[in-house]
């Protein structure tokens, strides 16, 4: 799957359905949602070589059960200013790759670089 098909299909017929995180308006959006759910956000650097490699492992993470999961994609080159915010937002200080786990409005979880593809997801359902 490329990074810009989001919502396409990957491996053995399972989605992630990726939501472009693109604006400051969105993290008020997260924050609401995240009333009832867990928001996934995951930071990515599109010109780094260990950002990418950890994308894909990340995608084979989600299983059928997964596919309910709220996850928002965020390009941090092209929204430097809404990565900035969201290091600030969530108090949790900046790493490329890295993924967001936000609850009640607050980072319940976050891990970075390779500790990505060792989140239990489940746990987040």
Not at 45 to 61: A, D, W
Not at 76 to 102: A, C, K, M
């Amino acid at each position: 799957m490329g990074l810009f098909d989001f919502g396409k299909k990957r491996n053995d017929n399972i989605f992630i359905n990726w939501t472009p995180l693109t604006s400051l308006e969105q993290l008020e959006t997260i924050k609401e949602q995240s009333k009832t759910e867990s928001i996934f956000i995951f930071k990515h650097s599109t010109r780094c070589g260990i950002s990418s490699m950890v994308i894909k492992q990340f995608e084979k993470l989600f299983t059928e059960e997964h596919q309910r999961l709220k996850v928002y994609y965020l390009d941090l080159l092209s929204y430097r200013n809404v990565s900035d915010e969201v290091g600030y937002t969530f108090q949790v200080q900046h790493q490329s790759p890295q993924l967001l786990i936000i609850k009640n409005g607050v980072c319940v979880y976050h891990a970075s670089h390779y500790d990505i593809t060792q989140t239990d997801l489940t746990r987040f359902l």
